[in-house]
């Protein structure tokens, strides 16, 4: 008993030596504090979009909900406050941008379809300035059906295109090693984007089959082979229509490794390394969650297998990543591996009753187990409807962290059986995963993004060109001022590509502005104003466009209801206004101000200077005019340099010509009377001129100023739906065929997760969806719908 005691507690001392070797190995803290170092500087913002529904007519307008989650932790994000939304085509040509703000990791928005869009399939897109620095593959992206019933279009476009199917394998680790067994996933969809049907074998370059194979579900499945020799193999897939398609397996390599992921029970899962055809070297395990938790170790291989198990406690739910690096820390294998979340939000939509008249009241209560930020909507279901609805608990825990489609993601959150947690591990296999380069974790410095957040307000860059050449040129102080109240002026110096970048806050709608040097200075330039959009595109592709024309008629009915809708819309339904909070220009409170109608008029500038406006001195050197302000801070001594003069808060750096303006279109001069730094450009002082309509008053700016309209981000815009429950009320008079019947996008539950919600029905009958989306501030995020129908009212 004695020495089982003692052989126990050497035993004890050699594993605890062990464990602590590997915690102190100094390649794996290397490994581990290289990357955490670069999680630091890449932090990931996720963006999930819910759109009111997933069909619609050219005339009609998309309603949408953005959140904006820290990608690591699934938390809302308050950096960026605007965010973009694009509507591709199949070629990734834009048909609709728009840009709108965000506030503390929430915004939405509207954009109407224009009548000018084909027929088709459509993707929409989302994200922020900060996301441009990383892969377009995570952006969010969801497709969309849209039709223009009034141009002529085929409802069937690919049917006479070549029939073929994308099969492509994927082996475990990324690689075949000769005479090393590996489990091969594969992944098989048609036109549509959806799997299909198949069976399949693999053939060696003499025919012989050596494995075979069929999908589980939506096309994909796996199985294991083993090669024996380099030879090049093809897989054979005949479809359930007895049509046979020949593909390329991946190459089979004559050296290398092999990666082998098992759960060993329901708390552990392990990782085994098998080399083929090499010897010596160590190798290391890297393994995280969305780029939380690092975990490095170091492997040590017994004949050709190396092994490690890890407590899954380590692990962040959802998809991990698992790399398997060489002691010159080069990618080997990778793998992803999926943890199931341990909670969701849980939540329950309920109307009343399942069968409504028109212009009832609905009451819909919707209860979750806590506190949560939801979004709405109440739609027609559509026989002619196409795509499925986004769900934002499979977006934010699965699809968001692969590259390609995964098509039903939520079928994976349902019911949790053997099979399907096999099913969702060829899933992993099959979809690669990396929002990163490992010459930027592993590099020689930390990575430099070329984008920033736009944590303020909106950016927008203009670049200076030599007119003469059209080179760019660098170091040229360059201001813009939009046309809007209160005032308002950015300025900027371009850097050497002749780029200059503003911040425009509080920017929204359609308005003009204006780009120019000081002409004093430099009057030799163009200006182009660059597009903030993304250039960059994901490699997914859109399923081929389908109608059926036996839906003919409800196509008409819809269309019909949409003009009627668009003719007979309240002016509510069109673009708020947004609240004037603050009527300061940019500059704040002024040191002097002087409202002209308070004073006697003059007919001349220059007069109107001189005698009351005391804080400028007007004096003419070289038959020019010039301002002097007094510098508040030092008294009696004026500044030697002119000070910065806007009109309506547009720069004037012609005096003479401003001087020459009609003093009875001048409403109020401000005056600030100290150094003013304008990004890194620096005035002696400004003196701010106002006319009465803000428009400048008919004043002429120089040529080569430019001067065009750009699109800020959208106004807020609110969604009409008429209430019914006054006889008074004079919507009842209009005709009502609305197919989105609500749309609520910052529903906020109560501490008990619960909220009450009432709208009315319309006149269109028929079966209609209530989707209701949200998440928690602690991540959690969650769906619920529910559906009723809408008869007609009986007399």
């Known amino acids: 008993m004695r020495y089982f005691i003692k052989s126990f507690i050497c035993f004890c001392a050699v594993l605890v030596s062990l464990v602590t070797h590997a915690q102190d190995d100094p390649m794996s803290k290397s490994i581990r504090d290289r990357f955490n170092l670069y999680a630091g500087t890449a932090l990931q913002e996720k963006m999930y979009v819910h759109l009111d529904r997933p069909f619609y007519?050219?005339?009609e307008t998309i309603w949408f909900k953005a959140y904006n989650m820290d990608g690591a932790r699934h938390r809302f994000l308050d950096l960026s406050k605007v965010a973009y939304l694009e509507v591709l085509d199949k070629d990734n040509n834009a048909v609709i941008q728009t840009k709108f703000s965000l506030a503390a990791g929430k915004g939405n928005g509207s954009v109407s379809i224009p009548t000018a869009v084909v027929s088709g399939n459509y993707k929409v897109r989302c994200y922020t300035n900060w996301m441009k620095n990383f892969s377009p593959d995570y952006f969010f992206e969801t497709n969309i059906s849209v039709i223009n019933p009034f141009i002529k279009f085929d409802p069937d476009p690919d049917a006479e295109r070549e029939l073929s199917y994308d099969v492509q394998f994927f082996p475990e680790g990324g690689y075949l090693v000769k005479n090393v067994e590996s489990k091969v996933a594969f992944r098989a969809v048609g036109a549509d984007g959806k799997g299909i049907a198949f069976r399949g074998v693999v053939v060696n370059q003499q025919q012989d089959t050596v494995a075979s194979f069929r999908p589980s579900r939506f096309g994909i499945g796996s199985f294991n082979w083993k090669p024996e020799n380099t030879d090049t193999y093809q897989a054979i897939v005949t479809d359930d229509k007895g049509r046979q398609f020949k593909y390329p397996l991946p190459q089979v390599m004559e050296q290398g490794y092999v990666m082998q992921v098992t759960d060993t029970d329901q708390d552990k899962v392990k990782i085994t390394v098998i080399r083929g055809g090499l010897e010596g070297g160590s190798i290391y395990l890297l393994a995280h969650t969305r780029q939380l938790n690092p975990i490095a170790e170091r492997l040590e291989f017994t004949?050709?297998?190396?092994?490690?198990?890890?407590?899954?406690s380590k692990l962040g739910e959802g998809v991990s990543h698992l790399t398997i690096l060489n002691d010159r820390q080069k990618p080997i294998c990778e793998r992803l591996y999926f943890k199931r979340p341990a909670k969701q939000l849980n939540l329950e939509a309920r109307v009343g009753k399942p069968e409504f008249v028109t212009r009832e009241k609905v009451t819909l209560n919707v209860a979750g187990l806590e506190k949560s930020n939801l979004s709405v909507s109440v739609f027609?279901?559509?026989?002619?409807?196409?795509?499925?609805?986004a769900d934002i608990n499979s977006y934010m825990y699965l699809t968001s962290d692969l590259k390609g489609q995964v098509e039903n993601p939520a079928y994976y959150f349902g019911e949790v059986t053997a099979q399907k947690n096999i099913e969702l591990d060829n899933v992993m296999i099959s979809h690669g995963w990396r929002r990163f380069k490992w010459t930027d974790v592993f590099g020689s410095g930390v990575p430099k993004y070329q984008f920033i957040p736009e944590y303020d307000g909106h950016f927008v860059h203009a670049k200076v060109l030599n007119a003469a050449d059209n080179t760019p040129a660098a170091g040229i102080e360059t201001f813009l001022g939009p046309l809007d109240f209160p005032a308002a002026i950015y300025g900027s110096i371009t850097n050497k590509e002749g780029e200059a970048t503003f911040e425009l806050k509080n920017f929204r709608g359609t308005k003009e502005i204006t780009v120019q040097t000081n002409l004093m200075k430099d009057s030799t330039y163009k200006f182009e104003i660059l597009s903030p959009f993304a250039k960059d595109f994901s490699e997914q592709t859109l399923p081929s466009f389908q109608f059926d024309k036996t839906k003919d008629h409800d196509l008409l009915t819809r269309s019909m209801n949409m003009q009627i809708g668009n003719s007979y819309a309240p002016r509510v339904f069109a673009a708020?206004?947004?609240?004037?909070?603050?009527?300061?220009?940019?500059?704040g409170l002024p040191d002097e101000k002087y409202f002209l109608d308070d004073y006697t008029r003059f007919p001349t500038m220059e007069e109107v200077l001189r005698e009351y406006v005391r804080g400028v001195m007007v004096r003419r050197r070289n038959k020019s005019f010039h301002f002097r302000m007094i510098d508040k801070l030092i008294p009696n001594t004026f500044y030697r340099t002119d000070p910065l003069v806007i009109l309506d808060g547009i720069p004037i750096f012609n005096i003479d010509k401003f001087m020459e303006v009609d003093p009875l279109k001048i409403k109020k001069i401000e005056l600030m009377s100290s150094r003013y730094l304008l990004g890194l450009i620096q005035f002696?002082?400004?003196?701010?001129?106002?006319?009465?309509?803000?428009?400048m008053a008919g004043f002429e700016l120089d040529p080569k100023v430019l001067v065009t309209p750009y699109d800020g981000v959208q106004a807020e815009r609110e969604f009409?739906?008429?209430?019914?429950?006054?006889?008074t009320s004079s919507a009842s008079r209009m005709?009502?065929?609305r197919n989105l019947l609500y749309w609520a996008p910052n529903i906020t539950t109560d501490e008990n997760g619960k909220a009450q919600i009432q709208f009315f029905t319309s006149d269109q009958t028929g079966n209609y969806q209530i989707v209701v989306q949200g998440i928690t501030d602690n991540g959690v995020a969650g769906s619920s719908t529910a559906s009723f129908s809408i008869g007609k009212r009986t007399l």
């Open 735 to 737: 005709p009502d065929f």
């Open 720 to 727: 009409y739906a008429p209430k019914y429950d006054s006889q």
């Open 57 to 59: 007519l050219v005339g």
């Open 380 to 389: 027609l279901t559509d026989s002619i409807s196409t795509s499925e609805h």
């Open 684 to 695: 002696t002082g400004i003196v701010s001129f106002s006319t009465y309509k803000n428009d």
């Open 576 to 587: 708020k206004k947004a609240a004037l909070t603050d009527s300061l220009t940019f500059f």
């Open 303 to 312: 004949g050709n297998k190396a092994e490690v198990v890890l407590n899954k």
